[in-house]
T-cell receptor
Framework: GQQVMQIPQYQHVQEGEDFTTYCNSSTTLSNIQWYKQRPGGHPVFLIQLVKSGEVKKQKRLTFQFGEAKKNSSLHITATQTTDVGTYFCAGAFGNEKLTFGTGTRLTIIP | DTAVSQTPKYLVTQMGNDKSIKCEQNLGHDTMYWYKQDSKKFLKIMFSYNNKELIINETVPNRFSPKSPDKAHLNLHINSLELGDSAVYFC?????????????FGPGTRLTVT
């Protein structure tokens, strides 16, 4: 079946450093979504990217969708302790189900 | 107001028992889902319902049976619980169909089978 791979699995950064997680699919996606799950919490929608090469920003977060619509990235500038959590990408193949990536668990060293 | 609610939040039970988890959304969404998140945090879809009709049924043992009495509710019944069923189960809903729009997740039900 369709898979969405995400790297790295874990990332530990000093507070104030930048953080990036990458998402890859072997087949073209119709759109990609990003979710954040705080420890002990539930996934919360962050953003959806639809167009090839699309870039969207939310304050310190920058989301990109690759030109071929097979990969995406989430970059956080100057991490803060509130950024702690697991970040999931979720790829949609046509009108089929959303396939979640394996997630990147971010921990911040104060 | 809670958008997607689940009960119970925690469920501890013994192997072989039957249990149910309930989910309700007050967002007016047509599509609802059940996801399983294992100890490694992998999030996998189990079922998807659109307006009470089963749309997605992943490779899930038939001990798991979803039921949607109306489009605001999607319950999950599990028969003959096994140790491997221990996980967090999330209900979610979306306005658009699967893959097309943001999903709103419930708080999760942590199931522990002993």
């Amino acid at each position: 079946g369709q898979q969405v791979m995400q790297i790295p699995q874990y990332q530990h950064v000093q507070e104030g450093e930048d953080f990036t997680t990458y998402c890859n699919s072997s087949t073209t996606l119709s759109n990609i979504q990003w979710y954040k799950q705080r420890p002990g919490g539930h996934p919360v929608f962050l953003i959806q990217l639809v167009k090839s090469g699309e870039v969207k920003k939310q304050k310190r977060l920058t989301f990109q969708f690759g030109e071929a619509k097979k990969n995406s990235s989430l970059h956080i500038t100057a991490t803060q302790t509130t950024d702690v959590g697991t970040y999931f990408c979720a790829g949609a193949f046509g009108n089929e189900k959303l396939t979640f990536g394996t997630g990147t668990r971010l921990t911040i060293i104060p | 107001d809670t958008a997607v609610s689940q009960t119970p939040k925690y469920l501890v039970t013994q192997m072989g028992n039957d249990k149910s988890i309930k989910c309700e959304q007050n967002l007016g969404h047509d599509t609802m889902y059940w996801y399983k998140q294992d100890s490694k945090k992998f999030l996998k879809i189990m079922f998807s319902y659109n307006n009470k009709e089963l749309i997605i049924n992943e490779t899930v043992p038939n001990r798991f049976s979803p039921k949607s009495p109306d489009k605001a509710h999607l319950n999950l019944h599990i028969n003959s619980l096994e140790l491997g069923d221990s996980a967090v189960y999330f209900c979610a809903s979306s306005r658009l169909g699967q893959g097309s729009g943001e999903q709103y997740f419930g708080p999760g039900t942590r199931l522990t089978v002993t």
